[in-house]
């Protein structure tokens, strides 16, 4: 069984949370979980079909569900969904199972990663740029409150796969 602190990616849509994740798993030898991927397999619908036919609210719930079931376990990369801080029972859990670490972006490196995105019902219809400001509005102050961040604008995956890494093992040294 391992004992190995969970790392927990955070932050708002396209800072690359699925990307870097997926990398440091398999550098670490962890497991990966996208939350969004599981809700969607345990819902056999897709994100904007979920948003569509039970609302926002029902979204959170499965990921509020979703969390708790998480932080009973170890030795895994998690990719939370942008929405994750909304709840702050999310990161007060996750913060107990390891290392919880906000990716951030500015809004037009965010847009440049998700312009053909189809699939993130919160930027869909509309100017997606003045949505992204928007939103990163009102999170800001929940992203701001998680110590561990790094800066994704303008570094490669592999720099920020390498960057966690370090926080991580500074993390599990202490
Ligand atoms: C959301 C982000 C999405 C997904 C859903 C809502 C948000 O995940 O959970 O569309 O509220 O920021 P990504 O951050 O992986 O795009």
């Known amino acids: 069984m391992t004992t190995k602190p969970n790392i927990v990616l955070v932050g708002f849509m396209g800072t690359g949370k699925t990307a ?5 798993a398999s550098r670490l030898g962890m ?3 996208d939350m969004d991927a599981i809700i969607v397999e345990r819902e056999g619908r897709p994100v904007t079909r979920i948003f569509a036919e039970e609302g926002e609210p029902y979204f959170r719930a499965c990921e509020r569900a ?4 998480l932080s009973e376990t170890a030795g895994r990369v998690v990719a939370t969904g942008g929405g ?5 029972g999310n990161i007060r859990d996750f913060d107990r199972t390891g290392l919880v670490v906000c990716l951030t972006a500015t809004p037009e490196a965010i847009l440049q990663r998700v ?8 930027l869909a ?18 992203y701001e409150a998680i110590p561990c961040r790094v800066d994704t604008s303008s570094m490669p995956i592999i720099a920020v796969v390498n960057e966690v890494i370090h926080r991580y093992q500074e993390y599990c040294a202490d």
């Open 66 to 69: 979703l969390a708790v079931e």
């Open 125 to 142: 219809d509309g100017d997606k740029l003045t949505k992204i400001i928007d939103l990163l509005d009102k999170r800001r102050n929940l």
């Open 84 to 88: 994750i801080v909304l709840d702050s």
């Open 20 to 24: 870097v994740g997926k990398r440091l």
């Open 115 to 122: 312009q053909h995105d189809t699939q993130r019902p919160l």
């Open 31 to 33: 497991a990966f979980t």
